[in-house]
């Protein structure tokens, strides 16, 4: 069965400095990989995503993840963090052995501070 | 400007009172999915459709249903909402249902059933 952890439920950094969020995933398949950023009273709006390639994906607003297929993660990154970068974010799966199911992450909010 | 549209953003409503909220993408998208959002469990899908009159359930799909007569519209009805259906329903649409393509999501709709 598909699965994704999010362990932290909140993330904090100082603006200026790197930024991490953690995603782990479990499928039986190939995994297909995504980012969305839920900003306050906003819908998701997709950030990136990882579907065969090159590990490290570039997406929107200078954010990069890195696909780990040894440690099943897809962590979420962004080398200097701006206090806009503020929101809730969710890591999301599907697999080529289900049927256009997709599972979400638990979410992690991400707080820059000034 | 290509979007997803849900209405109504606010509800209140009030138990075994039937509601339905609609759902409409204007990109000619085929696949079209409705989660609902509730803190500490990310999002769940509870139906999607992948095309015109084709649609099956998600991971949550007991208390709802859905229709889809056109393609631009994918209402969900609550025949007889309870309080544990209090939550944040999105919408979302795609291209296809094929598991590369991300989703493209509506504002969101908050539903208070009391």
């Known amino acids: 069965a598909q699965s994704v952890a999010q362990p932290e439920d909140q993330v904090n950094v100082a603006e200026g400095n790197p930024l991490t969020v953690k995603c782990t995933y479990s499928?039986?398949?190939?995994?297909?990989l995504f980012w969305y950023v839920q900003y306050p009273n906003r819908g998701l709006q997709f950030l990136l995503k990882?579907?065969?390639?090159?590990?490290l994906v570039k997406g929107s607003y200078g954010f990069e993840a890195e696909f780990n297929k040894s440690q099943t993660s897809f962590h979420l990154k962004k080398p200097s963090a701006l206090v806009s970068d503020s929101a809730l974010y969710f890591c999301?799966?599907?697999?080529?052995?289900?049927?256009?199911?997709?599972?979400f992450g638990s979410g992690t909010r991400l707080s820059i501070r000034p | 400007e290509a979007q997803v549209t849900q209405n109504p953003r606010y509800l209140i409503t009030v138990t075994g009172k039937k509601l339905t909220v609609t759902c409409s993408q204007n990109?000619?998208?085929?696949?079209m999915s409705w989660y609902r959002q509730d803190p500490g469990l990310g999002l769940r899908q509870i139906y999607y459709?992948?095309?015109?009159?084709?649609?099956d359930k998600g991971d949550v799909p007991e208390g709802y249903k859905v229709s889809r007569k056109e393609k631009r519209n994918f209402p969900l009805i609550l025949e007889s909402p309870s309080p544990n259906q209090t939550s944040l329903y999105f919408c979302?649409?795609?291209?296809?249902?094929?598991?590369?393509?991300?989703?493209?999501f509506g504002p969101g709709t908050r539903l208070t059933v009391l």
């Open positions: 999301a799966v599907r697999d080529d052995s289900s049927a256009s199911k997709i599972i």
């Open positions: 990882y579907i065969t390639g090159d590990n």
């Open positions: 499928v039986s398949g190939n995994p297909y």
């Open positions: 459709s992948m095309n015109v009159e084709v649609t």
């Open positions: 979302a649409s795609s291209l296809s249902h094929h598991k590369r393509i991300n989703e493209q």
């Open positions: 990109m000619n998208h085929e696949y």
